[in-house]
């Protein structure tokens, strides 16, 4: 029963559904059909404007084929302009770049000029010169007035060189050996700068100075001197020819003799003179000496001394003693003559006297040693106390600034020579006493030994001493007594 209430029941509702999608088609199908109608009337109105679009679209572009036509000549004039525009910008660089290298080297030629013209010239360029070194330190100043500042000295010296030629003679100043400005004429040849005052009081050849503008005059002999006067006053004359392109005349001039070299060093100068006098002096009369006494060296009067001792004849070995210029067998006759209390005490007292001999002037030379390199560091400290006073009192004095540094190391050099030259000579006076000093050892420790063999040989020395002074005592005493006056007569 209820398979057949189900199957009636869905095919109810199949036919519902069926009615509902046949009235869904027929809505959707008036639908498409006004759609059609609406779109074809839409078709039909642009249509009709697309025309009139059409045409002036047509004029637009009719308009702008005129308008390129017009414009074309301009783009092409404006690609040329851009062109030229790029050739000058690199015209302009390579223009820049060739102003750079010529700016390099006038900037060089000028720094160069100053060292390559003589000091004494400088006086007629100087003002050029620094117009050229300012505008080629002056970064800010336009690159015209640079090339135009450097390019005059450039002009200049193209013409000195025409007026140098054969040579050439000028007014200016320079500055004597003593650091006076001295005003006169110069004559440059070649590479030669004579000077000469108008009064021919000073004349010579000029030369460069260090830390001065001014060149300085070095005085050659009388008669080139007069003869410098001449031509540099009247442009007429002898000439000084130097072969060597100056350099035998500089080594002239600036060549010093040892007397100059002395003069140069300062007051300092003379102590030091005074004190290699006297440690010369007495190295040389000690030497002289030591060999004297090394060549009268006698060992026989030695061993004569010795064999007259051990024989007991003390009376002979005296007068041996005496008589003999051998320093050690004289050591001896003083030793066995002034026994006191024991034979050992007099041999070391007349070894002392004897080295004593040899000893004499010694101190001398060793204070001359000690002392001269310091007054040599004392006239290097006034030398700069000197040189620091030019500085700050004249800063135009460069002849006395290096006066002071001259006047020190010279007497420094002159300090350490005398204290190294002495020092050989008393080394060697050294080991000549301590020779001979080891000869007055041995003699002595030989005589010790002969005596120490019998020891009355020494109390008879000492009596012998003993009886000595008790008879010059005496003769002291009559001599005394006869040299008095009564005073009653």
């Known amino acids: 029963m209820r398979p057949l209430i189900l199957l009636s029941l869905f095919t109810a509702v199949a036919a519902a559904q069926s009615l509902g999608f046949n009235k869904a088609r027929d809505s959707a199908k008036a639908d498409l059909d006004a759609s059609k109608e609406a779109l074809a009337k839409v078709q039909a109105e642009i249509a009709k404007e697309k025309n009139p679009l059409n045409e002036e679209l047509a004029k637009l572009e009719e308009k702008l084929r005129q308008l390129q036509d017009q414009y074309a000549p301009l783009t092409r004039e404006l690609d040329v302009a851009e062109l030229n525009s790029t050739n000058l910008k690199n015209q302009v660089k390579l223009a820049n770049e060739e102003n750079a290298y010529l700016t390099n080297i006038l900037e060089e030629y000028t720094k160069g000029f100053e060292s390559k013209v003589h000091v004494s010239e400088m006086q007629l360029y100087r003002e050029e010169l620094d117009k050229a070194k300012s505008a080629a330190e002056n970064d800010k100043a336009p690159l015209k007035e640079r090339f135009l500042a450097q390019s005059a000295l450039l002009k200049t010296s193209i013409s000195r060189l025409a007026e140098v030629i054969g040579g050439r003679i000028f007014a200016g100043k320079a500055v004597d050996s003593q650091g006076f400005v001295l005003d006169g004429k110069f004559a440059l040849v070649g590479p030669m700068a ?15 100075q260090v830390g001065s503008a001014m060149p300085i005059v070095r005085s050659i002999t009388p008669e080139i001197n007069k003869a410098i006067t001449t031509l540099a006053t009247t442009g007429k004359g002898l000439l000084p020819v130097d072969g060597t392109l100056g350099a035998a005349i500089k080594d002239f001039v600036q060549k010093h003799s040892l007397l100059d070299t ?164 008393f080394n060697y006076l050294n080991n000549m006493v301590e020779d001979a000093e080891h000869e007055l050892e041995i003699a002595a420790s030989k005589l010790e030994l002969i005596i120490e063999k019998n020891k009355k040989h020494e109390d008879e020395l000492r009596m012998r001493h003993r009886q000595a002074l008790a008879a010059e005592e005496s003769s002291k005493s009559t001599s005394v007594t006869s040299g008095l006056k009564p005073i009653i007569a």
């Open 262 to 425: 002395y003069k140069h060093g300062g007051p300092i100068m003379h102590p030091l003179l005074v004190v290699s006098i006297l440690v010369f002096g007495t190295a040389l009369e000690r030497i002289f000496f030591i060999l004297r006494e090394k060549k009268r060296r006698r060992q026989k009067d030695v061993l004569e001394v010795l064999d007259a001792v051990e024989a007991g004849n003390f009376d002979k070995a005296i007068a041996v003693g005496k008589k003999t210029h051998d320093y050690v067998a004289r050591a001896l006759c003083h030793a066995l003559d002034h026994v006191e209390t024991n034979i050992t005490d007099a041999l070391g007292l007349a070894a002392a006297l004897e080295i004593k001999r040899f000893k004499r002037g010694f101190f001398i030379l060793d204070t001359g040693m000690t002392i001269a390199p310091l007054l040599g560091l004392l006239g290097t400290v006034t030398g700069m106390m000197a040189s620091f006073a030019a500085i700050g009192g004249d800063m135009g004095a460069p002849t006395a600034i290096t006066g002071g540094i001259a006047e020190a190391l010279i007497a420094t050099a002159f300090g350490l020579v005398i204290a190294m030259t002495g020092l050989v000579p």
């Open 194 to 208: 004579l000077f000469s005052t108008l009064d021919g009081l000073a004349s010579g050849i000029a030369m460069p």
